[in-house]
Every structure is written in C-alpha cells, then in structure tokens.
C-alpha cells in the first residue's frame, strides 16, 4: 500500500511555504531517511525525508509550488530497495558540493555544472557570489575572444570596415526566494512602523581581549572545546543591562506595553539565503560557556539548514555582529516587536584619550537602534553607557556590578 509523503506541520506563524526543490525523481529508488524534497518557509528550510525505503511512485506538487501545512506531496511505494555494487554506484554517482535550493535553482537557470565551481562557503559550500564569478568570468572569455582592432599601422593598408558593437550587458532576473522577500517585508515594515532612532558609542575592547588572550586556551579545555569569544561577554553584558533598563526588554503590542521578566537574546547569524535570528532562551541564567557553545551550535544548525521555527521564534533583544564582516560603523534594523538591537563593529586600534596621555588602543564602535514610542533618548544612552562599563571591565559581568 502506498505512503503519502507529507509537508510537515507548520507552526501558526507560518502561513504557508513554498516546495523549493525535489532531490528525488519518480520512479526513483529511496532508501528510509534519504532527503526527497525542501520547503522553503518565510523563516527556515524544511527537509522531507523517505519514511520507509521503496520507489518514489508519484510526484503530486511539483517544485515552485505554494503549499500548505501538512499537505501531501508525493506517494511512495514501500518495499526492500536493491544497492547498487560499489563500482556502479562510483561511476554512477556524482558527490555534489553543499548548495542552498537559491543557489541550485541558479545554477539550474544558467545550465552550469556544479562540479566546475569552486565553493567559498563553510566546508567547500557554494554560495551565490561562486556562480555570479563563474558567469562573469565566462563572459570575460568571450569578450576576449572577439576581433581585435587592427594596429595603427595595419589600419592604412587594410579597408576600413564598420565596426559593430561586440561586447553584451547582461542582465538576469530571478525572483526572491521566500525567505528573502519575507526578510525585505519585515526590515520595511520595521523602517515604516516604527519611530526607530540610533545612538552611538564606543568601547576599549583591551580588558577583555587581554583576558581572553589569558584564558582562552584553559577555558577550551574545561568546557570540551567551546571556544571563549567576546559574543558571550557581550551577551552577559546585555542581559545585566536589560535588568537594569527594562523598557529596552519590553515589546510594543497594540496599544499595550509587554514587559519581560526574562532575557531571551535573539542572535544574529548570516547564511548563503539570509540573515536569520536564532534566539538564546533565558539568556540571562547561562554563563559565558553556556552562550559560547549554544551560538557555536545554532550556527552550525543555520549553516546546514537544520534550524527549527521554534529556535528562531520570539526573543526581546537582539545582538548582531556586523564586525565579522569588517563593518566599522552601522545602524542595525529593529527586529519587531522587539523595541532595541545591538549592533557590535570591527575591532579598530585608534589612538585615545586615557589617563590624560595619547595611547592607541583596540576600539569597537557600538550602536544601539532603539523604538523612540517607548524608549526614551536617556534611557537608550545610560543603556547602551551600561554595556560598554561591562566590558571595559569585565570582571563585572562575573560578579553581576
């Protein structure tokens, strides 16, 4: 009897998704667990793997659809599936380099090979600027290979010739993926209903990269290879300074104003289809090792896909580090109904003013964006004034000053 292969149960914030791609052909051979089709949401991808092993009978939604919450996809028919010998299943099967379903679709549009790419991401992973680089590098060979004027000298003894227009401009149109239009919708929504504002200050990172550089390599060792950055200190610093302001904690609900009596920091991590927010729940009972290894393990999860809607879902501030990329100043977008975000910058050694001497000392600008309806200009200032006396002295965060 044939299974019905079903989209999974989606969340109530989500609506609907979008069937991005199918990694199985009918009549295709499955083995149980074996990935058969994604499903991009406006929030995560979801992966649809083969309940049994048998053959993939019937195709009932095909990729690009819009689909709905627990709809059936697919029939398959149960039943032992034959391996292929070793030296056939070699010969027949080309290992693909990992690739989001926006950047398979791509690939897909311009006919390209995947194996002649080289992948730039995490682990070899090909990202979109690989393919863009792949097709203006093809280009460029084209245009070198048209007709070269002819030499000044040449140009007396040859007839002169009307000279056509070689090279192309190139244009490519490719709708957004669903989650990419989700995150435009959401960051103009949060421009246009929002009375946002941004302040400025900056922090000597010194303090602390003096005890990280002190204690890095024995807080690896006691914490099973959780490495000791700054975002845990800085996510400590938050959670002391959200106590202290709870206006920056709180959220707007219509006309009422939602205090949180708990910390849970949403954590900004890039990935090849977007910026996506995982959420650190009661980030305020978790230690320096216990953020370290929890943004270590939900990055990995966002890198591979693996991301639930429940681990992206809710948080009252949020923490994003532009400084990664080499951004030295920015004005981070509020994440509603959250009414503040921190923005974190590069690292900068610049001289300053310390005890009455010129000194070059490692700076980070730091930018707090606020939602001016509820959190005052002082509050966000004496806020974000909070977050830097953490930092500049650590030993603070530890003992909760």
């Not at 979801?46 to 939604?61: C, D, F, H, K, N």
């Not at 000279?163 to 957004?176: A, D, H, N, W």
């Not at 896909?305 to 030295?328: A, D, R």
Request: hydrophobic share 45%.
């Amino acid at each position: 009897m044939a299974i019905e292969i079903k989209a999974p149960a989606f969340p109530e914030s989500v609506a609907d998704g979008e069937l991005a791609v199918w990694h199985k052909a009918e009549g295709e051979s499955v083995q149980r667990d074996e990935l058969l089709v994604e499903i991009e949401t406006d929030k995560v991808v979801m992966e649809v793997v083969a309940p049994e092993s048998g053959v993939l009978t019937s195709i009932l939604v095909p990729a690009g659809s819009t689909i709905l919450s627990e709809a059936v996809l697919a029939e398959l028919e149960p039943g032992e599936v034959a391996s292929a010998p070793p030296a056939q299943a070699v010969s027949a099967e080309v290992e693909l380099p990992p690739m989001g379903p926006a950047v398979r679709k791509l690939i897909d549009e311009n006919n390209i090979d995947p194996a002649v790419l080289n992948g730039s991401g995490k682990g070899g992973r090909i990202v979109k600027e690989d393919v863009l680089a792949y097709l203006s590098a093809q280009q460029d060979r084209v245009e070198a290979s048209a007709p070269v004027a002819p030499s000044a000298t040449q140009a007396h003894s040859l007839p002169v010739e009307p000279q056509g227009v070689t090279s192309e401009r190139i244009e490519k149109r490719v709708p957004m993926t669903r989650m990419r239009a989700r995150i435009a919708e959401r960051l103009l929504d949060a421009t246009q209903q929002t009375a946002m504002l941004t302040t400025f200050n900056e922090v000597n990172m010194a303090p602390l990269m003096q005890l990280r550089s002190r204690y890095k390599d024995e807080f690896e060792k006691t914490h099973n290879g959780t490495r000791l950055g700054f975002m845990g200190f800085f996510v400590r610093a938050c959670c002391e300074a959200l106590k202290r302001f709870p206006e920056v904690n709180a959220s707007i609900d219509g006309n009422d104003v939602v205090y949180h009596g708990y910390q849970d920091i949403g954590v900004a991590v890039s990935t090849d289809d977007g910026l996506v927010v995982p959420v650190l729940r009661d980030a305020d009972f978790m230690s320096v090792a216990d953020v370290e290894a929890a943004i270590r393990d939900l990055g990995l999860k966002a890198r591979d896909k693996k991301l639930t809607i429940e681990e992206m879902t809710g948080g009252t501030f949020t923490v994003s580090n532009g400084g990664v990329f080499g951004s030295l100043l920015s004005t981070p977008i509020l994440n509603p109904p959250q009414t503040a975000i921190l923005g974190m910058h590069t690292i900068q050694e610049r001289p300053i003013a310390l005890n009455g001497e010129v000194v070059i000392q490692p700076m980070m600008y730091l930018a707090l964006s606020y939602d001016h309806r509820l959190i005052d200009g002082k509050t966000a200032v004496q806020f974000l004034v909070a977050v830097k006396g953490l930092i500049e002295d650590p030993a603070r965060i530890l003992l909760q000053l």
